[in-house]
């Protein structure tokens, strides 16, 4: 009879507890990073010399954690563009984004709306067309990549389109390869958060700007849609309609309060000569 052992793989076990180890030393890690940044950007920036909006961000350094909303966050500017990168690392938060877009407002009163605000959205995705993202299987590190890699080819496959508001001689839907100076990309990282950029042309916000420079902004995440709300298991028909909706309350996620309400932070910005 082969000797009994309690544990039969050490390995395995070290191996978990080592993984486990390291999950607890890199959240805090993170929640360290966040609680020195202020919650909302102090003063202006201008925005490296290559900038390439590709959703990786690896050109930027976040200035801001804004806990309202969960996002890190920095805003720049050169001759031509102002930017905004946003980078989310909890899924509530990301769901919350890919589900209803996040909204990049801009005008010269500080007013939440006015005729002179313009407004970018992206993504814009619908029921049908939101791509599913795969959060619950992560890998470790060996198969990160090709998981990470999988995701980003779902979300980009179907994140096509920025919505705009208050642009002149601009539709209020284009494709994200437009030629009308308004350029958006999203993208996993390795940590599977998501970054997000976005460029608009400062011919673009003109309208915006107090005589100075200044502008008022304000960074929106639109309220989520049902179906991807935490904890609620919605089966649809073929036709769209709801047969049934299953809640699993033990389900919740991070700021899942927050979710089924647009979140949104403001502040001003003054560009960089």
Request: contains cysteine; aromatic residues 10%; glycine residues 6%.
């Amino acid at each position: 009879m082969p000797d009994f052992k309690p544990f039969p793989d050490m390995t395995y076990a070290k191996s978990l507890r080592k993984a486990t180890l390291l999950c607890l030393f890199l959240s805090i890690s993170i929640n360290l990073f966040a609680q020195k940044l202020p919650g909302k950007q102090e003063g202006s920036l201008r925005a490296p010399d290559k900038v390439k909006i590709d959703g990786k961000g690896t050109e930027w350094t976040l200035k801001a954690f804004n806990k309202a909303t969960d996002v890190f966050y920095t805003i720049a500017n050169d001759k031509d563009n102002l930017y905004l990168i946003v980078k989310a690392e909890y899924e509530g938060t990301i769901r919350k984004i890919i589900s209803s877009g996040l909204t990049f407002s801009v005008n010269a009163s500080g007013k939440k709306w006015n005729e002179n605000t313009v407004s970018v959205t992206y993504p814009v995705l619908n029921l049908k067309t939101r791509p599913f993202i795969n959060y619950k299987d992560k890998p470790t590190a060996s198969g990160i990549d090709s998981f990470v890699l999988a995701n980003n080819r779902r979300f980009n496959l179907q994140s096509k389109f920025i919505r705009t508001a208050g642009i002149q001689q601009v539709d209020t839907l284009v494709s994200v390869y437009n030629g009308d100076g308004i350029r958006a990309a999203a993208a996993f990282d390795k940590d599977m958060s998501y970054v997000y950029e976005l460029a608009i042309s400062l011919n673009h916000i003109k309208q915006a700007l107090t005589p100075d420079g200044k502008l008022f902004y304000r960074v929106t995440l639109n309220a989520i849609g049902m179906d991807d709300m935490p904890g609620v298991d919605i089966t649809r028909n073929a036709s769209g309609a709801i047969q049934s909706i299953t809640i699993n309350k033990s389900a919740g996620l991070r700021n899942a309060t927050g979710m089924n309400a647009d979140t949104d932070f403001s502040d001003e910005y003054v560009l960089v000569k």
